[in-house]
């Protein structure tokens, strides 16, 4: 594998281009955690993800107050243009206003001017342009960090014709002349730009301890190039592992049962040996038992009275002798039968092995809530939720035909009627919706301008319905409509689907996993299948081929007021599973193999009665609930 390490962050850091659309600054603004952005990027951003007059910060995630006046009230960053105009300066430029053309000694980042000393006293006096930014032109003086220094005049908000000029240490905060003799007379206070030099002075100290983290942070990239390069190796290493011991394992069954056959041939070659030589024992005595018996009948039939009785007793032993000869020729007969030592269900792993892993703390994420809204005024239950792309997801509830797309900020953009009752959504690869109708025993597929039409009838009621990378359809069923009328005898299981219709197979009604009631379905990243039972109060992470991997009770969860009661669940693109617990309040978040990391949602985010659940590429979880309910949030990986 080629390396993909760096050389350095510097490919990575680009300290010039916007971190929302990755180009050059337009208007930048920056932030309160002096992060810059483009305004009209930043301004879509907030847009979108604002709530309650806060924002996350894109790259930070830090939380930032939306300043009164929108996003056009932050801060706009001259310092960038300052920092890339310096490079570009030359000595002995004129001045752009004045007609003298004196030399110029400052550049207007505003006006983008260069003007002389005079012509920048006056533009800074001038009521439209007091409050535009200067930066000179060459250095004015040594210290490097001060060589191009922006220069402005900030005015006091309580006496705006005042220019700030002071520093009031109790109150903490920049004051004008006014201020100072009236409202902050009895305050200390110092000279401005004293204040600003010490500042600068500390903020220096700290900013090149703050560099000191740069190459730990390179360091921390290297190494996580290299784990991933190590984890290539190992899965390589492991998969040869595997298939050496399979082969060696392989050879030595093919080994022992090549043994054990030549054992067979041997003593089957050994008794067909003797029941040949049997066999000829009991035909040689067969043909003379059969002379004498015939003899003897002819004695009995033909013989002269004296002769029978002088021959009496020699013919009574020879009858005698006939039934002890057929006794003694009786077969006895090999039992020969294969005895293992292990059950092939259960024992194989232990003489193949297994896979241990040593997983690391999972990685934390942070959820923020992005809109409250309702499907309809029925107040049922929201059944299903699809993720289309773009932030948008059709959702049903109450099991009624319609279906309803929505955005993330709970806009209705469109109504369908499917006509027929629905329980489940998903959308194909083809971008066709699949859904099934509970109560009809069917699941159909849409057509062009969301025309459905039935692609199977079912023996059974189809409840959660989701779709394999291979593009077959699993299907939840249930004898019951209901999974409360669920009754012992009755085989629910998962059935497997092609996108048109066709039945493949199924699993769940085996003696190694019998579902109770599957109610919905989801297909992790791993490939794994992962069934929400609620009637046995359970979520079973399945195998490709329907064998069962793990399963999780909700026992492993501490605090839970009532017995955990599974809905529905979902799946994100790292293999976290989000399940919904209609009993609880609550939303457990799940790792790929099924363990227990933490209530992600609870009654304290003012989740109740959750139902249905989805997670889109964007990161989008919506979560419907009772009172036809649907809360989305967004979750991001820290």
Not at 329 to 345: A, D, G, R, V, Y
Not at 453 to 473: F, K, M, V, W, Y
Request: with cysteine; proline share 3%; hydrophobic share 35%.
């Amino acid at each position: 594998m080629d390396s993909r390490e760096p050389s350095s962050l510097g490919p990575m850091i680009q300290p010039d281009a916007c971190g929302i659309c990755l180009g050059e600054y337009t208007r930048p603004k920056i932030l309160p955690c002096f992060h810059t952005f483009c305004f009209k990027c930043l301004e879509s951003y907030v847009d979108k993800t604002g709530r309650l007059g806060r924002f996350s910060c894109p790259l930070c995630l830090g939380d930032t107050l939306i300043p009164k006046g929108g996003v056009a009230r932050f801060q706009t960053n001259f310092y960038v243009k300052a920092d890339k105009l310096k490079s570009t300066f030359m000595p002995n430029v004129r001045c752009d206003v004045c007609e003298r053309h004196d030399v110029a000694d400052s550049r207007c980042l505003e006006c983008d001017q260069n003007m002389c000393p005079n012509c920048c006293k006056t533009h800074l006096k001038m009521t439209a342009s007091r409050d535009h930014h200067l930066i000179g032109l060459f250095v004015r003086d040594s210290t490097p960090n001060l060589r191009h220094r922006v220069l402005t005049r900030i005015y006091c908000d309580k006496h705006p014709g005042d220019e700030l000029t002071f520093y009031c240490r109790k109150c903490d905060m920049t004051i004008c002349l006014r201020c100072k003799v009236t409202s902050h007379e009895n305050h200390v206070s110092d000279d401005l730009q004293e204040v600003a030099r010490q500042t600068r002075e500390h903020l220096n100290t700290k900013l090149e301890g703050a560099k000191l983290h740069l190459p730990l942070f390179h360091e921390q990239l290297n190494d996580a190039n290299r784990y991933e390069e190590n984890m290539v190796q190992t899965k390589d290493r492991l998969v040869k592992t595997i298939n050496q011991r399979a082969t060696k394992l392989h050879d030595k069954v093919d080994k022992l049962a090549a043994t054990l056959i030549h054992d067979v041939d041997s003593e089957y070659n050994v008794e067909t040996a003797r029941i040949d030589s049997h066999r000829k024992k009991i035909t040689q005595a067969s043909k003379a038992l059969a002379g004498q018996i015939h003899a003897a009948n002819q004695a009995v039939m033909y013989g002269a009275d004296a002769e029978i009785a002088r021959n009496k007793d020699l013919l009574v032993q020879q009858m005698e002798n006939i039934t002890i000869t057929a006794e003694r020729l009786q077969l006895p007969k090999l039992t020969l039968e294969l005895s293992p030592s292990i059950t092939l269900e259960g024992k194989i792993e232990e003489s193949f092995g297994s896979l241990s892993t040593r997983r690391p703390p999972a990685v934390d994420i942070k959820i923020q809530e992005m809109a409250v809204f309702q499907v309809d005024d029925t107040f049922k239950v929201v059944s299903s939720i699809c993720p289309v792309g773009d932030g948008e997801a059709w959702v049903t509830s109450g099991w009624k035909p319609e279906i309803h797309l929505f955005n993330v900020y709970g806009t209705r953009l469109r109504t369908q009627s499917v006509g027929r009752n629905i329980d489940s959504i998903i959308q194909d690869k083809s971008k066709s919706l699949i859904v099934t109708c509970s109560d009809q025993r069917q699941i159909l597929r849409s057509h062009g301008n969301i025309d459905f039409s039935i692609i199977a009838t079912l023996g059974q009621h189809p409840r959660g319905i989701a779709l394999t990378e291979d593009n077959e359809l699993l299907v939840c069923t249930g004898q019951s409509l209901a999974f409360q009328d669920y009754k012992d005898g009755h085989k629910n299981k998962v059935l497997r689907y092609s996108v048109d219709g066709r039945m493949t197979g199924e699993f769940g009604d085996e003696d190694q996993w019998k579902f109770m009631y599957p109610l919905r379905i989801a297909v992790n990243m791993t490939g794994d299948i992962c069934i929400a039972d609620c009637q046995r109060r359970c979520v079973t992470i399945h195998r490709r081929d329907g064998t069962l991997k793990a399963k999780y009770t909700g026992a492993e969860t501490s605090g839970l007021k009532n017995s955990f009661e599974p809905r529905g669940l979902a799946c994100d693109s790292r293999g976290f599973i989000f399940v919904t617990d209609n009993a609880n309040d609550a939303i457990h978040l799940l790792d790929h193999s099924g363990k227990f990391i933490r209530l992600i949602l609870t009654s304290n985010d003012e989740v109740y009665g959750p139902y249905a659940t989805a997670i889109d590429s964007k990161g989008f979880l919506w979560v419907g609930a009772r009172d036809a309910t649907v809360k989305v949030f967004k979750v991001t990986y820290i």
